[in-house]
Every structure is written in C-alpha cells, then in structure tokens.
C-alpha cells in the first residue's frame, strides 16, 4: 500500500496536494481490501483532515462542510471521524481535541506524535521501542496495554530556528 507523505515540518515546501492524494489513494485501496463504503462525506472529511498538517478540531471541519451538500450536522460528521479512526485513516491528537492524517495507514502501529506549540504542527513518529518499554512496564505490573498514543509538545527546529 502506498503511504502518504510523511507530516512535513512548519515552514518546508512541499508538494501538500500531494499529501491529500496519497492518502485518499490509501483509503480507497483499504476500503475496497475490507469491502467497506468510502463515502463522498468520509472522503471529504479525510481530505480536510489532511489539508494541512496541524491537527483539525471538529468544529473547524463543521464549518468547511457547512456549505457542502455532504451532510454537515454533528453526528453525521463524528460517525466519519469515527470511521476513519477504526480503520486507521486519522488519528486523534486528545490533548487538542483534534483530528490529524495517518502516515501510516493500514499498518497497525502506535500514534507518537510530537507537536510543537509554535506552529502548531504534528508530526506523527516510528515509536516501537518506546511502545515497547511501555508495554513491558505493564506487562511487569499485570496490566495488559491495548491502545497507546503519545503525545509530545515542544518547539520544532523551524520554528526554534526562525
């Protein structure tokens, strides 16, 4: 499965059409794979979340549907977030109550995110030794960890630099 683009740091150009593309690529490669409907609203709701790279709260996606005939009431546009969040499309950032593109869609795999404050930024990272210790340091304790997200605020080096 192709992967979209890795999360670009604030201030490179790149090519974020780019980024949009491949991931609706993904997205309908993975549907059709689980015969699972690819609707015009969960399309658009996944093309909004990556239109940038700074995680999307809901409202904000409300507001961008509100003048398309797609369905834009509340619960409409949640059950598409849910969706794309069940089957590895997007992840949520909770810490902002924010929707943000799955670099890796399809592959089962831990969310690390670090998010600069700044920018606003966040750029999901490769985390398997990290989720590693974390799983181990439960295990130690009889917990079993099933889902794991983390997430890092802090300054990245455009925005250190600039």
């Known amino acids: ?33 689980k015969d699972l409907r690819f609707t015009p609203l969960r399309r658009r709701v996944l093309e909004l979340v990556w239109s940038s790279h700074k995680p999307v709260g809901a ?5 961008s549907l509100r003048n398309e005939d797609l369905g834009s009431a509340p619960p409409t546009v949640y059950r598409a977030l849910d969706f794309l969040i069940e089957n590895g499309l997007i992840h949520r950032i909770e810490r902002m109550n924010a929707f943000v593109g799955c670099s890796h869609p399809g592959e089962a795999h831990r969310g690390f995110f670090l998010i600069c404050a700044e920018c606003g930024n966040a750029e999901e990272i ?37």
């Not at 499965?1 to 309908?28: L, N, S, T, Y």
């Open 1 to 33: 499965m192709k992967k979209p683009a890795k999360a670009a740091p604030a201030g490179h150009a790149h090519d974020h059409e780019h980024c949009v593309e491949d991931a609706i690529a993904a997205a309908e490669k993975l549907c059709a794979a």
């Open 126 to 162: 490769e985390g398997d030794g990290v989720s590693d210790t974390i799983v181990a340091a439960a295990s130690s304790r009889g917990f079993t960890a099933r889902e794991m997200t983390l997430e890092v605020t802090g300054v990245c080096s455009d925005c250190k630099s600039g």
């Open 59 to 63: 409202y904000a996606l409300l507001d």
